[in-house]
């Protein structure tokens, strides 16, 4: 016998059930691509169908693994309660968002069966990161999501504001993959290990100054990924020049991807120097709110206004992550289940904006805020939905955005900074007053034109579904608030 | 008298790297910016080999040597990029100058306390073995091997709709 052979490697077990929502998706995604081969041209669009079908399977693959705890592949890859919630939340986002893509993508013959498949390679990547363990499946799954998303903005290939976009998305997103990795390195060389728990156990004290400037650099990385001040430039422009539904796509799934990556991160490999990273996330929370709600007041673009909004959003959540203090663990757990509930709302909230501008955009009609001027006598069932969900993001009834704020207070309080108490209130005010401007304009100006806005069933189906969603979580908040305390690490 | 050895080939290369590194940044031609990173890559291998790291070493020569940088410079022949001495300075010499002489003070101060006075000790070793590699690769590791073929896949895809020239279509 061959001796090379003799010494057999160990092969770690692997649990193909706790893989199996991962397997599906990416089995859909390299479906979708070998069938959009075969389609002619006019029947590009059953790549569509065809990807809700591989979600919704997705979807009951998740489902499926409900109240399973295992860990598999050597404990670099695990199944709880919290990522089994963010698997869920990604099938329910990507289905909006594919709904959203589809009337869009159809008129504008773009490469439907590539943009479909980009699009379940990143939610493939959101789902694998729900779920990951070590440094480098972590920084993999979170390439994953972003690389496919650079593509997606640039489909729209003779518009020079989209190159503008995909550009400086590219530049900024290896830039801060290139920070991240670096710190990531640095954490390795401290404790020798990427396994998160194994770094949780020998990363030592934070007063290490080697510690704090890898934690810093991981984090810095991270702030670029989910766009908070002040590294957030990339944003705006990135949204405008996409396409709208990768814009709703960004500022959704892609950047609780991030987050959910900086959870698990923050919680699993480094909860003991929490002192090191709290008043990091402190300050860029106050930034990200205040800067973003303070742009915002200022846009004429309904997609600009929701890229700074979503930025001003970001903030509440890192609020939650700025609380953490190694001495009170009610007030930490607390916190990281407001993080988590902000993340489901805010994700289908914002959803759901995008799919009404979208609408609204979508006969020839454009995103400038004074477009919307009257459209409640035109089309009233778009103008509620659209000013429900701007509501909502405000923070205020009749949909989930309340539960969302109310549970960042609560921890806010619980956890005794004030000064952040403080901060949030005035951003609630500011961000209300540019909701409230738009959702005025909708409601009590005389229209330009009279025509009804088209709305194409789907699109309907998806914003109805957003609004569903969000009304029953409002009347019945432990529908989530259960799911968020039982996913606390 | 194998360390007086080992330190004159360290310094050799350090001042190869950092002479090549300094030049990449400052040089007004791009393909000689390009070939620089050659010189400072291949430093950056020599750096492994002192570390007893062969196998990284070769690794950094066969993708970053042979691959990245030839990909660089099929790139910048293939889109007729400005190959001559071409002026990309956005007068902002100065504050990255700065910035990049912070972060180097920083993390240089940082990582020299860190590791002040540890030693490797090499005796005995052999160096990284191929087959422990390949075995972490295929054991603790496999997800994320798995995942950057998707990764790849999608960027291999994302590459060709990009450069792909469209027949007949206007965007408006």
Redesign the interface.
């Given at each position: 016998m061959n001796p090379l052979l003799a010494q057999s490697v160990t092969q770690p077990s692997v649990d193909w059930h706790a893989l199996a929502p991962e397997l599906v998706m990416a089995g859909t995604a390299c479906l979708v691509l070998v069938a959009d081969l075969f389609l002619p041209r006019n029947a590009k669009w059953i790549a569509m169908p065809l990807s809700a079908a591989g979600i919704i399977g997705t979807l009951a693959a998740v489902v499926s693994l409900i109240n399973t705890e295992t860990t598999t592949l050597a404990g670099t890859f695990e199944v709880d309660a919290f990522s089994l919630l963010f698997k869920g939340l990604f099938c329910v986002l990507g289905l909006i968002i594919l709904a959203i893509s589809f009337h869009y993508f159809r008129a504008g013959s773009y490469y439907q069966g590539e943009y479909y498949f980009l699009l379940l390679c990143s939610l493939f990547g959101g789902l694998v990161i729900a779920s990951a363990r070590d440094l480098i499946s972590l920084f993999i799954a979170l390439e994953l999501i972003s690389i496919p998303g650079i593509v997606m903005v640039a489909l729209r290939k003779g518009d020079a504001r989209a190159n503008e976009g995909a550009l400086k998305f590219f530049l900024f997103s290896v830039l801060s993959s290139a920070v991240m990795l670096y710190g990531m390195s640095l954490v390795y060389g401290v404790t020798g290990s990427t396994i998160l728990s194994e770094i949780r156990t020998s990363i030592g004290s934070g007063d290490e100054p080697l510690v704090v400037l890898s934690v810093f650099f991981v984090v810095v990385g991270f702030a670029f990924k989910i766009s908070a001040v002040p590294f957030h430039f990339w944003a705006p422009d990135t949204y405008e020049g996409a396409p709208s539904p990768v814009a709703a796509f960004l500022s959704t799934a892609s950047k609780i991807g991030g987050f959910v990556g900086l959870l698990v991160l923050m919680f699993k490999a480094f909860p003991e120097v929490a002192d090191t990273w709290a008043p990091v996330f402190a300050v860029l929370a106050a930034l990200t709110m205040t800067v973003g709600n303070l742009i915002a007041l200022r846009q004429q673009h309904v997609i600009r206004l929701l890229a700074y909004s979503g930025i001003a959003q970001s903030g509440y959540i890192l609020v939650c992550l700025a609380l953490i203090n190694p001495g009170n663990p009610d007030a930490n757990e607390q916190a990281f289940a407001a993080a988590v509930i902000y993340l489901a709302i805010y994700g289908i909230m914002d959803l759901g904006a995008f799919a009404a501008a979208v609408a609204f955009a979508r006969r020839g009609g454009t995103y400038f805020i004074s477009d919307y001027a009257g459209l409640w006598q035109r089309s009233p069932v778009l103008a509620l939905l659209f000013g429900g969900f701007l509501i909502s993001l405000a923070g205020a009834p009749p949909m989930a955005g309340l539960i969302a704020k109310l549970f960042v207070f609560a921890a806010t309080i619980e956890a005794e900074v004030y000064w952040l108490a403080i901060v949030m209130g005035v951003n609630t005010v500011i961000a209300a007053w540019y909701y409230l401007a738009l959702i005025k304009k909708m409601f009590f100006e005389t229209p330009e034109l009279d025509e009804p806005v088209e709305v194409p069933y789907l699109l309907s189906a998806a914003m109805g579904i957003a609004a569903a969603l969000l009304v029953a979580l409002l009347v019945y908040p432990p529908l989530l608030t259960n799911l968020a305390d039982r996913s606390i690490f | 008298m194998a360390d007086t050895y080992l330190q004159v080939i360290f310094w050799a290369f350090f001042a190869l790297m950092a002479i090549a590194g300094i030049r990449v940044v400052t040089t007004r031609n791009v393909i000689h910016a390009a070939l620089y990173l050659v010189a400072t890559l291949l430093g950056a291998a020599s750096m492994y080999v002192l570390l007893y790291a062969e196998f990284v070493a070769w690794v950094q020569v066969l993708v970053y040597v042979g691959a990245v940088v030839v990909l660089m410079l099929f790139g910048l022949m293939l889109t007729r990029a400005p190959i001559g001495s071409a002026n990309f300075d956005n007068n902002q010499r100065l504050v990255g100058a700065v910035c990049a002489g912070l972060l180097f003070a920083?993390?240089s101060f940082?990582?020299v306390?860190?590791f002040e006075g540890q030693e490797i000790d090499f005796t005995g070793t052999e160096g990284t073995k191929v087959?422990s590699i390949?075995?972490a690769i295929?054991?603790?590791?496999?997800?994320?091997f798995e995942?950057?073929s998707?990764?790849l896949?999608?960027?291999l895809?994302?590459a060709v709709?990009?450069s792909r020239r469209?027949e007949g279509?206007?965007?408006s």
């Open positions: - | 920083v993390t940082i990582m306390g860190a087959q390949g075995e295929f054991s603790i590791y496999v997800l994320p995942i950057v998707v990764l896949l999608a960027a895809v994302g709709v990009i469209d279509r206007v965007d």
